[in-house]
């Protein structure tokens, strides 16, 4: 007699809820193991002191369309081309012989693996260090990064040819800004309207402050620095072009009056950009006018005898906690993704630029837990999204209450201490005012 095939279906049922079982309980064992604390370590230093030199440098990124457009989860489009091109920006500051780079990529973040391959690619430019910081653009192209949680996350599938473009893009910046060393003199400024930013989920909010640092030669600006904390997520999602969102247009319109400006992400984990415009790119359009008019409005002061100082530090990083990321039964298995696609260190770094003393944070940090790592060092301002990215970073009170950016954080609520303990040792080291 022939077995009929529901007879054949309920023989496959208990070995399918077996399979289905032994699979939960591979995902849910620990593979994570043990995450060491451990001390911060100093891993560089430096101060020198004026005259000051500076070169400035932009160079186009040149992405492998067709391309994904990094951004927004899973489903994300791909770009044929670009409304306008990524940019690679990048400023050499010197001193004595002292050497720094600082290069941005308009991109949604830069991973380790990328900061690594371009210090590696322009170790022969004898810089003493180099900070490698994205614009945080959610319309850029994506691609570059190979972290799992990353590739769901926002950037998308991984490929070389992207990582490739981006590396070559920074290096060839930061090598034309070193051929350009002149003198130059500092000058700073700063302007305020709380009007162009808002907290997206509660907490501290954005107070709309912009710094802006300029380095001036004998023949007008050599670059200008900006740093303001705001989302750039106004470009319209699912576009088949790749766009750097309002910070790359704020740079065209500094620039028509000379010299290279990079835009600088402050602390912007819960900073949105609020611009009452019709839509669209007319959104984007007109809040980097008013961006751009902030600047012009931020009257730079001469600074005299500009002190330039910089130091990196190594932390070691809390394990990873997707308890406020996936339902309590996909606990086990969600820390063991975040554990296999996370760097169990980082690095936070220090610069001191005359008066400006910026913490280099690799994440988002949110407005307070901004405001706590600038009150523990003394430090100015916080520039996030520099030398590597390991997602947000909120408050502890934050994570443990699940509040504000907590339901973004990767890892434990230990984070923005231990980020915390190395921002402490880098201030000191890179000569912050007490």
Do not use: I
Request: with cysteine; hydrophobic share 45%; charged share 20%.
């Amino acid at each position: 007699m022939s077995v009929s095939w529901r007879q054949r279906l309920r023989a496959l049922v208990p070995l399918t809820l077996l399979t289905l079982g032994c699979a939960y309980a591979l995902a849910s064992w620990n593979w994570c193991g043990r995450w060491g604390q451990g001390a911060p370590t100093l891993l560089g230093q430096a101060r020198a002191g004026s005259p000051l030199r500076a070169g400035a440098a932009r160079v186009a990124l040149a992405p492998p369309y067709p391309v994904v457009v990094a951004g927004y989860g899973l489903l994300l489009p791909e770009a044929a081309g670009a409304s306008l091109p990524p940019q690679a920006r990048a400023v050499v500051l010197a001193a004595g012989d002292m050497k720094v780079g600082l290069v941005s990529l308009e991109l949604l973040l830069v991973p380790d693996a990328l900061v690594a391959r371009v210090r590696e690619r322009t170790t022969s430019l004898g810089l003493g260090a180099v900070v490698v910081v994205a614009s945080h653009t959610h319309s850029s192209f994506g691609g570059y990064d190979a972290r799992l949680v990353a590739q769901m996350g926002g950037t998308g599938r991984f490929r070389g040819e992207s990582l490739e473009a981006a590396v070559e893009g920074a290096s060839e910046a930061l090598r034309q800004a070193a051929s350009q060393l002149a003198d130059v003199a500092l000058e700073v400024g700063q302007a305020r309207e709380p009007g162009l930013v808002r907290s997206r989920s509660g907490g501290e909010s954005p107070d709309g402050n912009l710094t802006r640092a300029v380095l001036r030669g004998e023949r007008g600006p050599v670059a200008e620095l900006l740093l303001f904390a705001s989302h750039p997520t106004l470009v319209p999602r699912k576009r088949d072009v790749v766009d750097p969102d309002w910070p790359g247009r704020v740079s065209q319109l500094r620039e028509a009056e000379g010299g290279v400006t990079l835009v600088l992400q402050g602390a912007s984990g819960n900073a949105s950009a609020v611009w009452e415009g019709g839509g669209g790119l007319e959104t984007v359009e007109g809040y980097a006018r008013a961006v751009a008019e902030l600047a012009a409005r931020a009257t730079p002061v001469p600074v005299e005898h500009p002190e330039l100082g910089f130091a990196r530090v190594e932390v070691a990083l809390p394990r990873p906690d997707s308890s406020r990321l996936v339902p309590w039964y996909a606990r086990a298995a969600g820390d063991n993704f975040l554990c296999a696609s996370s760097a169990r260190r980082a690095e936070v770094g220090a610069l001191r630029l005359g008066p400006l003393e910026w913490l280099l944070v690799p994440g988002e940090p949110t407005v307070a837990a901004g405001s706590s790592l600038a009150g523990r060092t003394g430090a100015r301002d916080v520039l996030g999204l520099a030398d590597g990215y390991v997602g947000y970073v909120e408050t502890p009170e934050a994570v443990r209450a699940r509040e504000g950016e907590a339901r973004r954080q990767y890892f434990g609520a230990t984070l923005l201490e231990q980020l915390g303990a190395g921002a402490e040792l880098a201030a000191r080291a890179a000569g912050f005012t007490p």
